[in-house]
C-alpha cells in the first residue's frame, strides 16, 4: 500500500499537482493543480455537474462571489461557530488541532469532543508537544474564517471573509434564484467552486488544505415531504454504514440498504434519496465500493445547523475519512438569513396556497477529495510486458485525463501517425508519443492513466489498420483506422 507522502511525490512527479509556491519555500494547506491534475479535476466537477445539475430538471446552477460580507457569516453562525480548537505549545508555540492530536497519540476517535474533554485527556495521558516535548497551554477556539479588508478605509462593514462554504452564496441567492427561475418545491440549487478555511494543521496531502473546492446542492423541500425518485434502485443501494450505535458501542461498520436505513427512521425520504444518489456518484467515478463507507455523525459532533449528517468516507491509508458529508439542515440557513437580513425567505406555495420556508438536504463534496480518492484508488502496481513492476493508474474512462495515446513505431512512420493523431486529437483527448521504445511507451501511459494506446506501425500503410493495446488487459487487438472512432467511442 502506498502512503499519502509517496502519492504526493508521485503526484508532482507526473504533472498532476505540486504543492504551492515551491519556489519560495511552499505555503502549507496550498496546492497547485499541473497539466494532469488539471484534467482529471475538470472530468470531476463536469460529471458532477451533468448529474447534479444538467441531467435534471429540478435543480438549477449558480456561480456566487468568493469574497462575501461579514453578515452572511454572522447570519449563517460561521464567525460564532465555525472554529475548532487549538492546542499551542507553551515552550515553542507550535500549535495544532487538538482533536487530531489526542486521535494520533491516543489513537481514539475525538471528533466532537469539547475543550474541557481534550484538555482532560492531555493532562491525563501527559500528552507533550512532539516538536519540543513541551506542555501544552489550556486548549483555545480557532475561528477558521478568512477575514480580509476591502477598500483603503478599516472599518467594522469593510472587513469580508473568503467564504467558507459554497453554501452560503446558494442561500442567500436562494429568492432571486426561486423568483428568476419560476421554481416549485421541491427543487434545489447547486454550485461548483472554491471555499477557504485556516486550518490550523493542513496535513495528508490534497484531503485537508486551506483553499480547497466543493461541489454543494441546497435541495429546498417541505416538511418530511416524499421522495418520488426513490426507486428500488435507490432503496436497494447497500454500503457499509458506521452508525451511531456501533461507533458507541465501538463496534463494527456492517452492511446495510437504504432501505433499513429508512425504516430505522434514521433519515426521511429526500435525505435517503440524495445520500443514495451521492454514494452512486462515487461508484460512476470507478471508486470501488469496498474503499467506501457511509458514518453517521454522532449527535455531539453535529454542525451548528444540522439535525442529521451522514459522511460518505474513503478508506484513506490514513484511515476512514470524510470526502462527502450529507446533512439535514432543515430551516436554519433560511430563516437565520430572514432574521439578519430583514427580507423574507417564503415562497408560495402554488399547491397548498400557503407561504413556506423549505427545509433542506445539503449533500456536500469536495472536489480535492474526491480527486485524492480517485487518484488513490487509481493507483496500482504490475508487472509490464518486459516484466518490470510499474505502475497503472487504473482510472474510469470518463475521468481518464487523456485518453488515448498515438505512437508510430518508428520514427519513418512519424508523420502518417501525426495525420492519423490529428483525425482523432478533437474527439478524444489524446497525446503523441516517439520517444524510446515501444514498452517504455506502454509504461509511461500506464502511469498517467490513459486507457487506450493506439500504435502505427509499416502494416498501416498496407491494411489501413492499427494496433490498439488496452491498458488494464494489456490485449492488443488490430484495428482498422475507418472504425476506430466507433471502437474508442464505445469502449471509453
Ligand atoms: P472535516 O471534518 O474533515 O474538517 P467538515 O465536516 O468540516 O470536514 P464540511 O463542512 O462538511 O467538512 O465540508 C464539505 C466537504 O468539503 C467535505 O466533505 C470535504 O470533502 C470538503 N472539505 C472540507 N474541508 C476541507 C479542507 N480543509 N480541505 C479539503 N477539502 C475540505
Known amino acids: 500500500m502506498i502512503s499519502i507522502d509517496e502519492l504526493s511525490i508521485f503526484a508532482k512527479k507526473k504533472g498532476f499537482v505540486y504543492p504551492s509556491t515551491e519556489i519560495y519555500g511552499g505555503m502549507q494547506g496550498f496546492f497547485d493543480y499541473g497539466p494532469f491534475g488539471v484534467e482529471l479535476k475538470n472530468n470531476i466537477k463536469s460529471s458532477w455537474w451533468k448529474s447534479f445539475v444538467q441531467d435534471r430538471d429540478d435543480v438549477h446552477g449558480l456561480d456566487g462571489s468568493l469574497i462575501s460580507s461579514g453578515k452572511i457569516w454572522e447570519a449563517s453562525g460561521h464567525l460564532a461557530n465555525f472554529a475548532d480548537l487549538l492546542a499551542e505549545c507553551s515552550k515553542c508555540g507550535k500549535n495544532q488541532r487538538a482533536d487530531h492530536l489526542v486521535e494520533d497519540r491516543l489513537k481514539i476517535h475525538a471528533d466532537g469532543l469539547d475543550a474541557a474533554a481534550l484538555n482532560k485527556l492531555i493532562k491525563e495521558n501527559k500528552i507533550a508537544c512532539q516538536f519540543c516535548k513541551g506542555e501544552f497551554k489550556e486548549i483555545n477556539s480557532f475561528n477558521l474564517m478568512f477575514p480580509l479588508q476591502i477598500g483603503a478605509e478599516k472599518t467594522k462593514e469593510s472587513t469580508a471573509y473568503l467564504r467558507g462554504e459554497t453554501a452560503q452564496m446558494i442561500f442567500v441567492n436562494f429568492k432571486a434564484v426561486a423568483d428568476s427561475s419560476r421554481v416549485k418545491v421541491p427543487f434545489g440549487i447547486a454550485q461548483i467552486g472554491k471555499a477557504f478555511r485556516n486550518e490550523i494543521s493542513p496535513r495528508n496531502f490534497l484531503f485537508r488544505t486551506r483553499e480547497f473546492e466543493q461541489m454543494e446542492l441546497e435541495f429546498f423541500t417541505r416538511k418530511d415531504e416524499k421522495c418520488p425518485f426513490l426507486d428500488d434502485s435507490h432503496l436497494g443501494q447497500e454500503f457499509l454504514f458506521y452508525s451511531e450505535e456501533a461507533q458507541d458501542q465501538s463496534k463494527e461498520h456492517e452492511q446495510v440498504s ?79 438569513h430572514a432574521k439578519y437580513s430583514g427580507k423574507s425567505m417564503e415562497l408560495f406555495d402554488e399547491d397548498t396556497k400557503e407561504k413556506l420556508i423549505p427545509f433542506v438536504i445539503e449533500p456536500s463534496f469536495g472536489v480535492d477529495r474526491a480527486f485524492l480518492a480517485v487518484l488513490y484508488d487509481a493507483y496500482s502496481m504490475r508487472k509490464d510486458e518486459s516484466g518490470n513492476e510499474v505502475v497503472v493508474l487504473k482510472f474510469a474512462p470518463k475521468v481518464a485525463p487523456t485518453k488515448v495515446a498515438f505512437f508510430p513505431l518508428v520514427n519513418k512512420l512519424e508523420s502518417k501517425a501525426r495525420e492519423i493523431y490529428a483525425l482523432f486529437k478533437e474527439d478524444f483527448l489524446s497525446t503523441f508519443d516517439r520517444s524510446g521504445s515501444i514498452g517504455r511507451r506502454y509504461a509511461r501511459a500506464d502511469e498517467l492513466g490513459i486507457p487506450y494506446c493506439v500504435t502505427i506501425d509499416f502494416e498501416t500503410l498496407e491494411d489501413g489498420a492499427v494496433t490498439v493495446r ?23
Open 470 to 492: 488496452d491498458r488494464d488487459t494489456m490485449k492488443q487487438e488490430r484495428v482498422k483506422i475507418d472504425s476506430l472512432k466507433s471502437y474508442l467511442q464505445k469502449n471509453l
Open 258 to 336: 437504504i432501505k433499513t436505513m429508512l425504516e430505522k427512521k434514521l433519515l426521511n425520504e429526500w435525505h435517503a434519496y440524495w445520500l443514495s444518489f451521492s454514494f452512486k456518484w462515487f461508484l460512476k467515478l470507478g471508486i470501488r465500493q469496498e474503499n467506501l463507507r457511509v458514518r453517521q455523525h454522532l449527535k455531539k459532533e453535529l454542525s451548528h445547523y444540522s439535525s442529521a449528517t451522514f459522511d460518505i468516507e474513503y478508506n484513506f491509508p490514513f484511515g476512514w475519512k470524510e470526502i462527502h458529508g450529507n446533512a439535514n439542515r432543515g430551516q436554519f440557513d433560511l430563516t437565520q
